[in-house]
């Protein structure tokens, strides 16, 4: 399986958390490329199988109703209708805390995780 992490980051947290999250990827057997998104060409998008977002949570100032930050909620937004048909995907956001989503439990996908 190739597993992109498409990610963007303010001050470099959520890259250490997406290069922590590739390294075991990695180490179950899978490829991984990591992309900022500010940088990543959508039509890039074929060539994998499954897809990670990991988007900051600037002390829990992202919204309930946005959920991610802005310049991967544009890059989401632009997509064409079927670009993701197929995928597997996973996302949250990450804190300035010491795990892989959000420290406040109103913000986690898994709110008891």
Not at 30 to 48: C, H, I, P, T, W
Not at 76 to 96: T, Y
Request: aromatic share 8%.
């Amino acid at each position: 399986m190739k597993v992109l992490i498409l990610y963007f980051t303010k001050t470099g947290h959520t890259l250490e958390a997406a290069n922590s999250v590739a390294e075991g990827i990695k180490s179950a057997g899978s490829e991984v490329d990591l992309a900022n998104v500010k940088d990543f060409a959508s039509d890039r998008l074929s060539g994998y199988d499954a897809l990670i977002f990991g988007s900051p949570c600037w002390a829990g100032s992202i919204s309930k109703k946005a959920g991610i930050a802005n310049p991967l909620k544009t890059f989401l937004s632009e997509l064409k209708a079927d670009a993701l048909n197929g995928k597997k995907m996973w996302r949250d956001r990450r804190p300035c805390g010491q795990r892989w989503g959000c420290h406040r439990k109103e913000h986690r996908s898994n709110p008891d995780g």
